[in-house]
């Protein structure tokens, strides 16, 4: 079992950044491969990014490319996302999830995810 606590929202102007964390509790966190997905009013949840049980692979959507970076560390229970450049059109609840991996790859599908956070809201104004 893994609970998944997301902060690091908030509201900023176009052109800014944010770095999101989730704090995850529960053992064996570095078996579990790490997503983020967002969801617009309105919307489906969508895919951001996601990566590996050792960080070695990561993948994101091409809106992000080049602007939103994945990263975690397995000694401190936390995957980030590093968004810069931020974009209206970014702005969204973003949700943190997590799987048991066993190889070092990721799903990049919410529907492969076990376990989900709260969210957090990321508001970007023009």
């Known amino acids: 079992q893994v609970q998944l606590v997301e902060s690091g929202g908030g509201l900023v102007q176009a052109g800014g950044s944010l770095r999101l964390s989730c704090a995850a509790s529960g053992r064996s966190f570095s078996s579990y491969a790490m997503g983020w997905f967002r969801q617009a009013p309105g919307k489906e949840r969508e895919f951001v990014a996601a990566?590996?049980?050792?960080?070695?692979?990561?993948d994101s959507v091409n809106s992000v490319k080049g602007r939103f970076t994945i990263s975690r560390d397995n000694a401190k229970n936390t995957v980030y996302l590093q968004m810069n450049s931020l974009k209206p059109e970014d702005t969204a609840v973003y949700y943190c999830?997590?799987?048991?991996?066993?190889?070092?790859?990721?799903?990049?599908?919410?529907?492969?995810?076990?376990?989900w956070g709260q969210g957090t809201q990321v508001t970007v104004s023009s």
């Open positions: 999830a997590a799987v048991q991996a066993p190889y070092d790859n990721y799903p990049t599908e919410a529907s492969d995810y076990d376990y």
């Open positions: 990566i590996s049980w050792s960080g070695g692979s990561t």
